[in-house]
């Protein structure tokens, strides 16, 4: 049975297809793959994208012919298992980024957890692991928008501030072995991209995130795609904008396109595992 299970955060999970959603449909309309999950989370850091991925091995037992696909996010993200806020269930809150995230400045003690480090050590071990156990056959990491330029990025400013004149100061052994990493992640392939491209209005809509046509581009880097899968997330895309241009006027536009029937349709009948309901199925 050929399997593919893709994990990463918003860039890979989304109400409309992203990269690895667009493989996955690839894979089992044209390839002859049995099954497909998605297993990413939105906001989330790069320790639950290995949790999820732990959590599918432990129920789907992988094997040597399964197919992995990661998308790493940023390396300064925070997710907890936590009941925070008197939620009566233990639940993953993925709050994003430590240095922008509100809710982190309300935390006791946040700048000691999140201290340069901390955030760098934890981010190894997770990318040593997870190569050692799954050996994807694609990693990348969350780039940005292309069209401001990576020098311009607020992650890029806090490196530019934080990150780079503490790693220029790094002398220990295990100093050594976190800059070597750091330097690793960022040569990981980047999905950059411009919310400034054509389909613009799926990405302003939906936090200016990469759009469909980006997430194609992307996806065609990922894996050799069947010539009949592009042509449909081409034609997608084009029926996307056009309910988009329809319903412009919505007052709740962003909701009422996330749950158009265009995008149901493809949820409930792609064929992808754990995509159907629009928030991922937390453990």
Known sequence: MKRFFYSGCSFTRSPYPTWGDIVAYDKLNYKGYEFAYNLATGGGCNQLIASRLAWADIKYNFTDQDDIAILWTTLFRESVLTTWFDEPHTRWHAYG???????????????????????????MSIFHYVNKLYKPFYQGRMGNDSGVGYEKSYESIKEAEVVKPMLANFSG??????????????????????????????????????????HLDHAQKVANLDSRTVAYFESFSDELISIIQKRINDSSLKQSIATCDLLKDFRNNSGITGITDLLPDYI
Do not use: G
């Open 173 to 214: 052994q295990h100093e050594k072995y976190l800059e070597k990493f750091w330097y690793e992640y960022q040569n990981l392939d980047a999905f950059n991209y411009n919310f400034n491209a054509p389909q613009s209005q799926i990405s302003q809509l939906f936090n200016n995130h990469p759009d469909i046509l980006q």
């Open 97 to 123: 980024n430590s240095f922008n995230n509100h809710l982190w400045a309300e935390i006791t003690n946040q700048p000691y957890l999140h201290n340069l480090y901390n955030m760098l050590d934890r981010n």
